[in-house]
């Protein structure tokens, strides 16, 4: 397989934020995010790179959040993050730590599924279709730890797909689909970088490069991919976003600094980017 692909892992609302400046930063300098061949979208980056995928400007995206539009209230408490991390740093077996981790999920007591729909049904601004360019969906089945993948061909409506990839565990409740429940797709790896195997000019936007419990990061499977000969960029939060964005990744406060943070540092990094992304057109 030849051709281009833009990975855009998950970070919450704020994370996503600064994705969003990223994406904006990088199109204001020239790199024209449309000549993807794929999207791959976990989590926050299901969320933009459906409305990518839709025809929703990088721009309009980060102009939102500079806003305060796109709001996202996702409140996590000391409990949830104490259960959570319990779930998933208690194997060091990557398939077992998912799989505690799906457990605790499918038992915490959430809100209704609705309301997450709901939620994201707002966020995607009115898409409910497949779009038209490929696009592809991560989740994570919440009963055997397997990662998945839906896109067009799937009978899983974009709303309950991008849903499912959203569902925070111990957070959000898992998502029903196609028979199954699923949990966020960030559970194993937060950007999914591995499905973007395959294709010689790559490009990944990570807010959270590293995953919690016995994972691979995205550094890790960057290296990977470029050891198998892929042109690869990564992009990661330098010091000033990582400052701008801070600790507490659903501080919704903070998500006009991170998109500005994100703007500044892909105008710095748009030479090296160009350089991989031209090679793919």
Request: charged letters at 20%; a positive charge; aromatic letters at 4%.
């Amino acid at each position: 397989m030849r051709g281009t692909a833009l990975v855009l892992g998950g970070g919450g609302p704020v994370g996503g934020a600064w994705m969003t400046g990223v994406l904006a930063g990088l199109t204001e300098a020239g790199i024209d995010l449309d000549r993807a061949d794929v999207i791959i979208g976990t989590s926050a980056g299901a969320i933009f790179g459906a409305r990518l995928a839709a025809g929703e400007a990088p721009g309009e995206l980060c102009e939102r959040q500079l806003a305060r539009s796109d709001k996202v209230e996702l409140r996590v408490t000391a409990a949830q993050t104490i259960r959570f991390l319990w779930a998933a740093l208690g194997s060091r077996d990557p398939q077992r730590s998912v799989r505690r981790l799906g457990r605790a999920a499918l038992g915490a007591h959430t809100g209704p599924e609705s309301e997450l729909l709901d939620a994201v049904g707002t966020l995607l601004r009115g898409a409910r279709d497949w779009p038209g360019r490929a696009l592809r969906i991560t989740a994570v089945d919440a009963e055997t730890g397997t990662l998945a993948t839906f896109d067009a061909h799937t009978k899983v409506p974009l709303l309950e797909a991008v849903a499912a990839s959203c569902a925070v565990p111990l957070v959000s409740p898992p998502v029903t689909a196609a028979g199954r429940r699923w949990i966020d797709g960030g559970s194993r790896t937060t950007t999914n970088l591995h499905l973007a195997n395959g294709y010689d000019h790559i490009l990944a936007v990570a807010p959270i490069p590293k995953a919690v419990g016995p994972h691979p990061g995205a550094p890790q499977q960057a290296a990977q991919l470029a050891a198998q000969g892929a042109e690869i960029t990564l992009v990661t939060p330098d010091r000033p976003s990582r400052r701008a964005m801070g600790r507490d990744l659903t501080a919704n406060a903070r998500r006009p600094a991170a998109a500005r943070a994100g703007h500044t540092q892909a105008t710095a990094l748009a030479h090296a980017v160009h350089a991989v992304w031209r090679g793919g057109v």
